[in-house]
């Protein structure tokens, strides 16, 4: 593996030399900034018709020299794996951060420090955020063996009795057996046995699972954990009861476990398990979306927002979910500054908070800031990892996408030219759904749902080298669509 990555970065290094020898010796010279945006700002003030896509490309192909400082400083120069160093002391130093939690309250302060340190502008922004604990939790399987299962109950969850629920176990591979079966549900725990297909679609099972099987009398439910590998760890997650359907408690158990219960079953085999969990639903708590910017200079009204979800679970270091794409939303801006740069429009990271309980930080900004949607020239999230870039992600027009597909273009450095259609983000798609262009990473995650929600979540899981990628492409689409003349067509 670490043969790999060095010789990916060996590549890199040569492309990059490459195209900086190549532009060099073209003989173009792109005119400064500030001239650009002069001249730019004039034919903004008569024009706001649509440009041709050759005016377009022309636009942001001035902007290659910029894109290359940018990259430069991210991946071989002074900021070369910074937005590592700053996840690993921050991870290290706050842990996980669970909403309502006081680590979370750290981060906050931590990340609110950092930032204006940095020398951004720097405030929060208040959110009444939900306050799940999970207490002490414990499985046994007591028949036909006695065999300890690892668990991790379900955000929202509610708690056993303190001496706990013991009851035989029926296991299902779906909700359709489950109705099937209906009959023998009654009074038991259910197990959901269901394979992983996706993350989309497979989730139902950990999201509404507890609701499913209380509708036909269980009594607790146990879901096998949503990812497609496993070492024996359970991987956590919020789930919703529906209403009007009585509250059972609900856990997720291993990969191995699942399937061992499964096998049981089909051979007859009467289990039965113990399970206690302490959880407790406390009063909302108070809590901040952290918020840093670049003001434009020209029309600072204007925003492009960049952003990850300060929070996580309660177990690892939320490291991957999502400490990557909060440093690297930070990150970007740190380079934008660095270059002393300042783009017409503002630049706005949003450290969201309360992500995992359902975007309740995201929700709170969109209420307060909906008024002026007009004025959100693109919104951008990286919720998925900060593994080596593949593509951009993007949702909006079609005007707008011909506009991407030439910013992307100078990504050509390090290889990310790729635009994919459907940008991802729960925090990002309420203004999405309102007609918001935006934006999201698309990285190499065949590995992401390993780690997801689960102890294995760590700095270990985060390398340095892709992070720089990350953190260059994030900086230079979001300083280029920041400062070009126009807002991208809605
Ligand atoms: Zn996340």
């Given at each position: 593996m670490?043969l790999?990555?060095?010789?990916a970065?060996c590549?890199?290094r040569?492309s990059?030399f490459l195209f900086?020898?190549l532009?060099?010796?073209s003989?173009s010279?792109?005119?400064?900034?500030?001239?650009?945006?002069?001249?730019?700002?004039?034919?903004?003030?008569s024009n706001?018709t649509k440009k041709t896509?050759?005016?377009v490309?022309?636009?942001v192909?001035?902007?290659a020299?910029?894109a290359k400082?940018?990259?430069e400083?991210?991946?071989?120069g002074a900021?070369q794996n910074?937005?590592y160093r700053?996840l690993a002391?921050?991870?290290d130093t706050?842990?996980?951060?669970?909403?309502g939690?006081?680590?979370?309250e750290?981060?906050?302060?931590?990340?609110y420090?950092?930032?204006k340190?940095d020398g951004?502008?720097v405030?929060?922004?208040?959110?009444?955020?939900p306050?799940?604990?999970?207490g002490?939790e414990?499985a046994?399987?007591v028949?036909?063996?006695?065999k300890t299962?690892?668990?991790?109950?379900?955000g929202?969850?509610v708690?056993?009795?303190?001496?706990g629920?013991e009851?035989?176990?029926l296991?299902?591979?779906?909700?359709e057996?489950?109705?099937r079966?209906a009959?023998e549900?009654?009074?038991?725990i259910v197990?959901f046995?269901?394979?992983?297909?996706?993350?989309g679609?497979?989730?139902?099972?950990?999201a509404f699972?507890?609701?499913e099987?209380?509708?036909v009398?269980?009594v607790?439910?146990?879901i096998?954990s949503v990812?497609?590998?496993?070492?024996n760890?359970?991987?956590?997650g919020?789930?919703?009861?529906?209403?009007?359907?009585?509250?059972?408690?609900t856990a997720c158990?291993?990969?191995?476990?699942?399937?061992?219960?499964w096998?049981?079953a089909?051979n007859?085999q009467?289990i039965?398990?113990r399970?206690?969990?302490?959880?407790q639903?406390l009063?909302?708590?108070?809590?901040?979306?952290?918020?840093?910017e670049?003001r434009?200079?020209?029309?600072?009204e204007?925003v492009?927002?960049?952003?990850?979800?300060?929070?996580s679970?309660d177990?690892g270091?939320g490291a991957?979910?999502?400490?990557g794409?909060?440093?690297?939303?930070w990150?970007?801006?740190?380079?934008?500054?660095?270059?002393?740069l300042?783009?017409?429009r503002?630049?706005?990271?949003?450290?969201?908070?309360?992500e995992e309980?359902?975007?309740v930080?995201a929700?709170?900004y969109?209420?307060?800031?909906?008024?002026n949607i007009?004025?959100?020239?693109l919104?951008m999230e990286?919720d998925?990892?900060t593994f080596t870039?593949m593509?951009l992600?993007?949702?909006?027009?079609?005007?707008a996408?011909?506009?991407?597909e030439?910013v992307v273009n100078?990504l050509a450095?390090?290889?990310?030219t790729?635009l994919?259609?459907?940008?991802?983000?729960t925090?990002?798609?309420?203004?999405?759904?309102?007609?918001?262009?935006?934006?999201?990473l698309?990285?190499?995650d065949s590995?992401?749902?390993w780690?997801?929600h689960?102890?294995?979540d760590?700095?270990?899981v985060?390398?340095p080298?892709?992070?720089?990628?990350c953190?260059?492409?994030?900086?230079?689409?979001?300083?280029?669509v920041?400062?070009l003349?126009?807002m991208?067509?809605r």
């Amino acid at each position: 593996m670490a043969l790999e990555g060095s010789q990916a970065c060996c590549l890199l290094r040569l492309s990059l030399f490459l195209f900086l020898f190549l532009s060099a010796v073209s003989g173009s010279h792109p005119p400064s900034e500030r001239l650009m945006s002069s001249a730019s700002a004039i034919r903004a003030a008569s024009n706001q018709t649509k440009k041709t896509a050759p005016d377009v490309a022309a636009e942001v192909g001035r902007y290659a020299d910029v894109a290359k400082r940018i990259i430069e400083r991210a991946v071989f120069g002074a900021a070369q794996n910074r937005s590592y160093r700053r996840l690993a002391d921050f991870t290290d130093t706050v842990g996980n951060r669970v909403s309502g939690s006081q680590n979370l309250e750290r981060a906050i302060r931590y990340m609110y420090d950092a930032m204006k340190q940095d020398g951004l502008e720097v405030h929060l922004e208040p959110v009444k955020i939900p306050h799940w604990v999970r207490g002490k939790e414990s499985a046994e399987m007591v028949v036909p063996r006695a065999k300890t299962l690892a668990i991790l109950g379900l955000g929202s969850s509610v708690a056993t009795p303190p001496e706990g629920i013991e009851a035989e176990v029926l296991v299902v591979q779906s909700f359709e057996e489950l109705k099937r079966r209906a009959s023998e549900a009654a009074g038991r725990i259910v197990v959901f046995n269901q394979p992983f297909i996706s993350y989309g679609e497979t989730v139902s099972y950990r999201a509404f699972g507890a609701s499913e099987a209380a509708r036909v009398g269980a009594v607790a439910t146990l879901i096998r954990s949503v990812t497609p590998f496993s070492i024996n760890s359970p991987h956590t997650g919020w789930q919703t009861y529906r209403d009007g359907v009585k509250r059972i408690p609900t856990a997720c158990i291993t990969v191995e476990d699942a399937e061992l219960l499964w096998r049981l079953a089909r051979n007859k085999q009467k289990i039965v398990v113990r399970l206690v969990m302490g959880a407790q639903t406390l009063p909302d708590a108070d809590s901040f979306n952290t918020v840093a910017e670049i003001r434009g200079w020209q029309r600072p009204e204007q925003v492009v927002l960049l952003s990850g979800h300060l929070d996580s679970w309660d177990v690892g270091q939320g490291a991957m979910d999502d400490g990557g794409g909060a440093l690297i939303s930070w990150e970007a801006l740190s380079l934008i500054k660095d270059l002393g740069l300042r783009p017409r429009r503002t630049l706005r990271a949003v450290l969201w908070t309360a992500e995992e309980q359902g975007g309740v930080g995201a929700q709170q900004y969109f209420k307060l800031h909906k008024e002026n949607i007009s004025n959100f020239d693109l919104v951008m999230e990286s919720d998925l990892g900060t593994f080596t870039p593949m593509a951009l992600q993007f949702t909006g027009s079609d005007a707008a996408r011909k506009v991407m597909e030439e910013v992307v273009n100078l990504l050509a450095p390090i290889n990310t030219t790729k635009l994919e259609a459907g940008a991802e983000g729960t925090d990002i798609s309420q203004w999405m759904q309102a007609g918001v262009p935006g934006a999201s990473l698309h990285v190499a995650d065949s590995r992401y749902f390993w780690f997801h929600h689960s102890e294995g979540d760590t700095m270990t899981v985060q390398d340095p080298h892709d992070m720089n990628l990350c953190s260059a492409l994030w900086a230079v689409v979001a300083y280029v669509v920041a400062d070009l003349q126009d807002m991208l067509p809605r």
